[in-house]
């Protein structure tokens, strides 16, 4: 199983980018799918998840400006980040809880967003 991630890039301040994060491989079932974070010196934080039914947690910091959504039939998670902010800089990862020959925890490659100010 891989976790693909697309979509990071450089943005001004009040922008809007989206992140896209596709599963691939042998997959039985997917449960949560998340975003992570990773700014330089900082340790990972959450940004946001879902579950296999639709209910999503976001950090407090990205509330009203960011929606995650996923496509269950494309194994595919998506993060639409708008009026994005210097401080949302930061590699940015996604997760998921993936059922193959059993329950395993994946991480996909990360992708850079940059927020200029």
């Known amino acids: 199983v891989q976790l693909q991630a697309s979509g990071g890039g450089l943005v001004q301040a009040g922008g809007s980018l989206r992140l896209s994060c596709a599963a691939s491989?042998?997959?039985?079932?997917?449960?949560?799918m998340g975003w992570y974070r990773q700014a330089p010196g900082k340790q990972r934080e959450l940004v946001a998840t879902?579950?296999?039914?639709?209910?999503?947690n976001y950090a407090d910091s990205v509330k009203d400006r960011f929606t995650i959504s996923r496509d269950n039939a494309k194994n595919t998670v998506y993060l639409q980040m708008d009026s994005l902010k210097p401080e949302d800089t930061a590699v940015y990862y996604c997760?998921?809880?993936?059922?193959?020959?059993?329950?395993?925890?994946?991480w996909g490659q990360g992708t850079l967003v940059t927020v200029s100010s």
């Open positions: 491989g042998i997959i039985i079932r997917i449960n949560r």
């Open positions: 997760n998921a809880d993936i059922l193959d020959y059993r329950w395993s925890d994946y």
């Open positions: 879902i579950t296999s039914g639709g209910t999503t």
